[in-house]
């Protein structure tokens, strides 16, 4: 089966925003085994539109749409296709009420009211996180189009629960993936590891970079779902055993959300304290719905009169290793478990960028402390020659920290070794 | 004049790689006033890219590829477009003599020397961050062709450096763009206050959605900066006088950016108390670099325990109130005030979802508090019928309460009249 993916938005072509969409869409379909041939970013306009649906029905079997279902008179998507197509657009009742529902008003402006006009006799996808409906419909040319909202909050829960289903419905085989999330190290190594095993057609292999984290991805083919799965598992036996205990998880997509799950099962509770990554640690736990139950107390130490007052980081410390040292991080680490009364502790203190680095202190230097009241471990980062952002330099102390707990709790050395 | 992009590579068509060199491009594009009118990716395959190649150049004025210069045999790009635009690759003996130089070795392999071969006569960028040269040149049908290497890396800094100095040659106009942004009414009613503002021409008005916010950019052209800018100026007034404090700025791009800005100005600091957001609003302050001179300490209190013992919420108010409660974030931010010694502090609390929602309580109700020691105030968000994410919540929680620190630094009343 052959597709395509067409995003719609200006706002694209203009560089305002990025193309994730794309992305997003693509690795399902990768996921369902279908080959994405082309895809293409086309402005709010009807003709250029025109043009490219055209194409795009007369040579694909499957042509995925994004943006342009809203409310707004630049929203177009859903006219010019579905006329493209050869259907009309009728009034899908359902959509309607749910929109008028979605502003708590019986009687929602045209405008709004457009969204619930949609192509004669299509499959249509509710939207459950925003207003505009997505759809499924054959082409006159025989090509199936679907079409999904272009904010990625609205697509990428749509694509998984409606059109992904839609698009197995038609197949006879069944494709089953399987993530296997890896810290420590990173994607080219990982590819290296797998290369005798990345040629096999069923199931395949890829890897895949996330940000400072790699995963493999294995997808197998069967008549059921049980065969596919079962299919995948050896391969996945066969990483595990290659790359060791820097396998984190396998579906779970997040280290906090693996972290939290963690702690929740063994009744345990997390504290943080942190100094260059300002509260994103906690944020990131806090993201994960239930982290309640885990998490009671985070405190954001940047300045040294924090440290003291607030987490118990001595003095004399400070005044001798800096703020930005291994004595202080272990300090931090051990003053937040003292504080919350928290199984464990993280304590984290660096330099992130883009200023405030020396020589001796370079950007990118930062320590990760771990404890638990009795014993304390701490975890250097260097930079190392690549200049990275401020952002990167925070999001990786972090996951690192998040890592360093996984393997506390699971019983591994707590520093991975190399 | 009419351009579009080509980025070749089969890793984007499976989802592994964000196409971010697109919109970094389609940026630069937009800010030199060149109209982008389609994007598109294809695989590393001959006959594809040839069509889509000779489509391009048969319709527009400005060919930009990206991507598929390198060295493997997958590497098929400028082959494939020299080819559809009648040129022959010649060796370019300076690029070869930089591979070597880069390799360390006079004797590059075969594959690498391939990366040296380019269009006859055309203008070389070199590459400062890789190996493999850009070019520019025209063809046969007089569409201007510009080659960039695919990693980010190397894309950006040739792009700003070799294409768009090279596109600026040709041209007569300048163009300034400004951007405007609003917190407290939406994209919709803000659209609908400028609708007759919107059909001008030069400069024009266009306005864009962002999570919770939204901006409107103004664009002016003329043959100066100066010029372009003075263009700009009366609009950005009028759109000023007419939407009022909802202006939070002009061109500083985030709520946090011009918090800390304005902080730092006034020689004030700012202290979080964070129960919902859980150090999202800490991480979103420390987001900006220099932040620490105006941040010196937040609390993520998510357990009761934490709000008594960390920030001073009396025991009574939980128990009477409730942690989500009017009471407890007027607590929150006066107790952070005490805790820290900042001139002023922010509380929230609230439900983020998706779990823990009562009917009198319910997920998305979220209370804000800002105190200066002496006054308090509170807004409360209240959920209206729309389903929205935990992340919404959060996000949009964290932005009010840098919103209400602005009015409050402005001297305006630190809650909106709607």
């Given at each position: 089966m052959n597709a395509e993916i067409i995003s719609v938005g200006t706002e694209l072509l203009l560089g305002q925003v990025v193309n994730t969409d794309t992305t997003i869409v693509a690795r399902e379909l990768s996921a369902l085994g279908i080959n994405l041939l082309y895809s293409a970013v086309v402005g709010d306009n009807v003709d250029r539109l025109k043009l490219a649906v055209e194409t795009a029905i007369s040579?694909?079997?499957?042509?995925?749409?994004?943006?342009?279902?809203?409310?707004?008179?630049?929203?177009?998507?859903?006219?010019?296709t579905a006329a493209c197509a050869g259907k009309k657009l009728v009034l899908h009742q359902e959509s309607l009420e749910r929109i008028q529902n979605y502003f708590n008003e019986k009687h929602v402006s045209e405008n709004q009211a457009k969204q619930a006009w949609l192509p004669e006799g299509c499959t249509v996808f509710r939207n459950d996180n925003g207003t505009a409906p997505g759809c499924a419909f054959q082409a006159e040319t025989g090509c199936t189009i679907i079409m999904l909202p272009g904010p990625p909050s609205e697509l990428e829960p749509?694509?998984?629960?409606?059109?992904?289903?839609?698009?197995?419905?038609?197949?006879?085989?069944?494709?089953?993936?399987?993530?296997?999330?890896?810290?420590?190290?990173?994607?080219?190594?990982?590819?290296?590891?797998?290369?005798?095993?990345?040629?096999?057609?069923?199931?395949?292999?890829?890897?895949?970079?996330?940000?400072g984290e790699c995963?493999?991805?294995?997808?197998?083919?069967?008549?059921?779902?049980?065969?596919?799965?079962?299919?995948?598992?050896?391969?996945?036996?066969?990483?595990?055993?290659?790359?060791?205990?820097?396998?984190?998880?396998?579906?779970?997509?997040?280290?906090?959300?693996?972290?939290?799950?963690?702690?929740?099962?063994?009744?345990?509770?997390?504290?943080t304290a942190e100094s260059c990554t300002g509260g994103l640690l906690?944020?990131?736990?806090?993201?994960?719905?239930?982290?309640?139950?885990?998490?009671?107390?985070?405190?954001?130490?940047?300045a040294n009169e924090a440290k003291e007052a607030l987490i118990f980081v001595p003095h004399e410390i400070l005044e001798q290793h800096g703020a930005v040292s291994e004595e202080t991080?272990?300090?931090?680490?051990?003053?937040?478990?003292?504080?919350?009364?928290?199984?464990?502790?993280?304590?984290?203190?660096?330099?992130?960028?883009?200023?405030g680095g020396t020589p001796e202190k370079p950007v990118g230097l930062i320590y990760i402390a771990l404890s638990d009241g009795e014993q304390t471990w701490v975890t250097k980062r260097s930079p190392i020659g690549r200049t990275k952002s401020r952002e990167w330099h925070r999001h990786c102390a972090a996951s690192?920290?998040?890592?360093?707990?996984?393997?506390?709790?699971?019983?591994?050395?707590?520093?991975?070794?190399?």
């Open positions: 040579r694909s079997d499957l042509l995925i749409m994004t943006g342009g279902l809203g409310p707004t008179t630049d929203d177009l998507t859903k006219e010019t749509m694509l998984k629960n409606c059109a992904v289903p839609y698009l197995k419905q038609g197949q006879e085989w069944v494709i089953v993936s399987h993530n296997v999330h890896i810290y420590g190290k990173g994607e080219a190594p990982v590819a290296q590891m797998m290369d005798d095993l990345m040629n096999g057609e069923n199931p395949t292999l890829a890897p895949y970079a996330k940000e995963y493999l991805r294995v997808t197998a083919k069967a008549h059921t779902e049980e065969e596919a799965d079962k299919m995948c598992q050896p391969l996945i036996e066969e990483i595990k055993k290659r790359l060791g205990d820097f396998v984190y998880s396998v579906d779970v997509e997040t280290l906090e959300e693996l972290v939290v799950q963690k702690l929740a099962q063994q009744g345990k509770k997390l504290a906690a944020k990131r736990i806090t993201d994960v719905p239930g982290s309640s139950a885990v998490f009671d107390m985070g405190c954001v130490t940047y991080a272990r300090a931090m680490a051990q003053g937040i478990v003292k504080r919350s009364g928290s199984h464990i502790g993280v304590g984290i203190t660096g330099i992130a960028g883009p200023d690192q920290a998040l890592d360093m707990v996984r393997r506390y709790l699971d019983g591994l050395p707590v520093i991975a070794e190399k």
